[in-house]
């Protein structure tokens, strides 16, 4: 007997109700070791009390931001998009420079550039 869920896909799979640390439990109270969580289950594990309450902070903050997909250069969608949208801020995550940048020009250096409103740049 394996303790492997292999694939099958006729097989009725146990269903997650809820998770607790490291663990995912089913309807029955089973519990399963989350081998496949990603990196922040891992780390933080699943129910945590403190992710739980940072999580419930911000969204009485701002309950909704929209995610964008579009499809072309990076930096001139992001100014297009600002332009659409009338924006008063762009905030934007960047890298530490590195040579290639200084030759090419990173994405964030070129949004500060050439945007028409403020944008905040957030490094790490």
């Known amino acids: 007997m394996t303790h492997v869920f292999q694939r099958r896909i006729h097989a009725d799979p146990p269903r997650a109700k809820k998770g607790d640390g490291v663990y995912i439990i089913d309807a029955d109270g089973k519990r399963y070791l989350d081998a496949s969580g990603g990196a922040a289950v891992s780390c933080l594990g699943h129910s945590d009390a403190d992710v739980i309450q940072a999580i419930k ?24 998009l600002a332009g659409e949208i009338s924006c ?37």
């Open 57 to 80: 902070d911000q969204t009485e903050r701002l309950p909704f931001a929209h995610p964008v997909v579009r499809v072309g250069n990076v930096y001139e969608e992001i100014l297009k």
């Open 88 to 124: 008063d801020l762009i905030v934007m995550a960047s890298h530490q420079p590195k040579l290639e940048d200084y030759l090419l020009g990173p994405n964030a250096a070129r949004v500060v550039r050439h945007a028409t409103c403020s944008v905040l740049v957030v490094r790490e």
